[in-house]
């Protein structure tokens, strides 16, 4: 069990410009969860994957924002446009589709739109 | 539409001394899970302990423990003979139980403590 990867660990962006970012769940887990958290907040869900579908999109997450998991296993956020507001942790989750198992968090991505 | 709040944004603790974070919830759900995660300076998001709302029995692992009242809706963290390591961020989460739900977490907005030497 190598844990919820995700790269880059920080990334700073001029305004206007696409960025992408990468998760690799845990490899049995089917669940795969972004969420987004700023400063001196808890984490607002964004999106989530059972196996390569999207199964709920939150409406934080405007249209300048996608996701993609296409073959089930790691997922890909990518921002178009960036704005300062962007400017946060993306946080990966990931959980196996047993019961109610816990998630297990990534280490992030800390975004910084100039 | 489910609610968690957290209303100590800020505590702190002489080192092996006990401490209790408080957590709040509004549901009209009958069947629900509710977690403490840590999230420590380096960021990674780490579960301390979980509840499902159908066990009366607090859980327990380790130096961590909850007062989980269901008729009040609160669910505090206790932490026993504190560590330096458990300065952190904590966080309360409410997940609904119903299957097939997408197990989406709400999440309260977190007590910092620090755990002085």
């Known amino acids: 069990d190598t844990g919820v990867s995700q790269d880059p660990r920080h990334k700073i962006t001029k305004r206007g410009q696409n960025v992408t970012f990468r998760c690799d769940p845990i490899?049995?887990?089917?669940?795969l969860y972004w969420y987004r958290q700023t400063l001196g907040q808890g984490p607002e869900f964004l999106t989530y994957?059972?196996?390569?579908?999207?199964?709920?999109k939150s409406r934080l997450l405007s249209d300048r924002f996608s996701a993609e998991r296409p073959k089930g296993s790691f997922s890909t956020l990518e921002i178009q446009r960036t704005e300062q507001g962007d400017s946060a942790m993306y946080l990966c989750a990931s959980s196996s589709g047993t019961g109610v198992s816990p998630l297990h968090f990534g280490n992030g991505t800390r975004l910084t739109v100039t | 539409a489910q609610t968690v709040t957290q209303s100590q944004p800020e505590m702190s603790v002489q080192e092996a001394e006990t401490v209790t974070l408080s957590c709040t919830y509004d549901?009209?759900?009958?069947?629900?899970?509710l977690f403490w995660y840590k999230q420590p300076p380096s960021r990674q998001m780490i579960l301390v302990i979980r509840q499902e709302a159908y066990k009366q029995q607090n859980a327990t692992e380790n130096r961590f423990s909850v007062n989980f009242q269901k008729a009040a809706k609160s669910f505090s963290l206790k932490i026993s003979d504190s560590q330096l390591g458990d300065t952190a961020m904590y966080f309360c989460?409410?997940?609904?139980?119903?299957?097939?739900?997408?197990?989406?977490?709400?999440w309260g907005l977190g007590t910092s403590l620090a755990v002085n030497p």
């Open positions: 989460a409410f997940m609904k139980g119903n299957a097939g739900n997408n197990r989406k977490l709400i």
């Open positions: 490899s049995e887990h089917n669940r």
């Open positions: 994957f059972q196996n390569e579908a999207q199964l709920e």
């Open positions: 549901t009209s759900e009958n069947n629900y899970y």
